[in-house]
Every structure is written in structure tokens, then in C-alpha cells.
């Protein structure tokens, strides 16, 4: 985990600060030396990518031999995958969207915060740990509010005087829906005190119900990845969206290089996103393993009353335990292959992560394995 150290403002308002860079998922180079276990004898369930990735058609040599031009047959289909219609390109109109592709959503959330001016932040208490990074070393002042209740927000010491507000929605790793004409609501107020609204999607694809889009307001930045609901992370994909008349956009689109994203990157991209009989297949498939698979672990891990919540998403269940029972948890997982991500809320609580597993007889069988020995190891024998 990221070291921390916390100071109280004279609002005493707790505002957390990193040192050191967010640790992520998928670290598996790292765990299989410390542990002596090969790289393709984990069970890596710390991520929140799908098990069962969009089946791109093989990328062969020549489409990765000419440098990539700006093609647009990825901003079309992105257009009508997003947005339910093609993009209008009308310089004249500012209540016009403005759509681009970017080399994963990570790309935005690093360079967003250079596009607004310095001030003060809002950032959910629990959520993807780059958003607080990348804002603080920007050098904004950093607000947190109640991921449970945004709406909290308005009640924050400075909040009139907020640069911009970010949700993660659904959140990562706390697996909140907020509904979105609460987002709506919370949009509309915040425009009348100048703020930009960042609304990070990545993990809305498999519940596409909860998206802002395509209605949004002036004031709302859309992110949105590839990475995660259609499982191919790798291509480091997404989309930024907002109102063409939004400054921070603007900004944000000149910080693009003249070769974004790969060939072979947008290629798949478009594959995937004009596959409307596999995401709608896929929005099943996950909704029922999430569950099966979130049922069997609340099961075992509260055998002996250690869950105190448990956080269900399309792509990842959450355990909110004593802190202690959580971090017990993970490294005896961790001795027996299976890499989880453990996120610490407070040094009294935190949530133990698990991604899905794609139901396959030898992961089946390691993940059973694994918590029976697990179980004993913590203390707490079946």
C-alpha cells in the first residue's frame, strides 16, 4: 500500500496525502518472486478486468508496420457505441459533445488535472487511489467526500470554491451505482459554482443503464475504457467525452500526441465496440457469475463473522472486514497463488477485493484449495 501521512486543515476537514505512487492490481511479476511461485500458477483476482476477453480478430505484422493515422472508423464506431448516434463536427455549435479516443482512460486521469485551474478538489473517500495522486501532484488542494452519499459534496468546507468534482460511478474498488439523475442533480449545482464534473465510467459498460450518456451537462467530463467490461486492457483504449464549449476539454485534447493509439489498438477497438450481440451476451454472463461467484466467497469468508459489508459489481465483489482480518486474508491467499487487492479504508477497516474467475475446472478447483488452507492459516478452521 501507499504510505500515508494525514493532516487536518483549520476546517479540520481530513484530507489524506500519498507520498508514494498507488500500488495496483495484476502485480504478478512482483508476487511470483516473493512467494517462489510461477507466473502461470497464480490465480490473479486482483484486477476487475473480464475473465472472458472480446475475441479480437489476430492482430498479424503488417498491422502493426505503418505508423497509425487518425482513422476514422474508431471515432465513428465510438460515436454510436457511446453516444447512439454519429458525431456531428460542427465548429460553430458549443452545446456540441466532443469525443476522442485516448490510450486508456489512465491517460485522462493523469493529464486532467493540468487542464483545470488550481484550487480545491472533491475526490470520493474510497476509490481508484491514481484520481487523489494525480490531482494532489498537480498541486490541487484535496477534498473528500462520502462515496455513499456525493451529494455530500455541497456540504464540504470550501465547496463554493471547487475547481472540479470527480465520481467514479460505478466506484472502484466500493462498487456503487449512483443513480443518474442523482448524478444530474449534483451536475446542475455544481455548474452554478463553476465546477467541472469528472465522471470516470470505466466499469459501467456491463450496467450501460448507469451511464451519464448521451445527455450530459456543460460542466460534465465523461471517461470511458475498454479495459474492463470488454477485458482487454492491454490495448490501453478508451474515450474521453464532454461539451465542446468546456475549456478543459479543449486542453485535454491538445496534450495528444500525433500517434495516440496503435493500429492494432484501434482495429480491436472497433471490433468490439459494433459487437452488440456479445456485450449484450456478456452484461448476462457477468451479472450471473458476480453473483455465484460473490455468494460462494461471502460464504467462507463469513463463516466466523468477518464481513461487515459486502460490496457486489459486475466485475469484482467486495468485503469490507477489520482491517487486520483483511490484511490476514490476503497474505494467506497470497502463500497459496491467489493474488487479491487488498484496500485499505482506515487503519481499523478495509476492503478485500476479488475479481472473477473464469469458472474453469483448474480455477475452480485452486480457488476451493486456496481458501480451505486460507482459513486455517487466519485462525478461523471450517
Known sequence: MARRTFHRDMDRVM???FDTLPVHGGRLSDVSRRYGIERGDWLDLSTGINPWPYPITPI?????????????????????YYLGSSLQVDGDDRDALTLFNIPGSQWAIEQLPHCVESGIVALPNIGYREHEWRWQQAGHQIRRYDADHPESVMDLPGSDHLRAMVVINPNNPGGQHIAPCDLRALAASLQQKGTVMVVDEAFVDATPEQSLLPNIADNVIILRSLGKFFGLAGLRLGAVIGKTSLTAIHQLSALQGPWRITSPSQKAGAEALEDHFWQRAMRATLKRASHQQGAWLEARLNAHGDIERWRQSALFNGFDMEFDRARRWHEALLSQGVLTRLWEVSEQRAILRFGLHDESPRAIQHLEQAMSKANKATGRPS
Open 15 to 17: 484530507t489524506r496525502v
Open 60 to 80: 498479424d505484422a503488417r498491422a502493426c508496420q505503418a505508423l497509425p493515422d487518425h482513422d476514422l472508423a474508431l471515432l465513428e464506431t465510438s460515436s454510436r
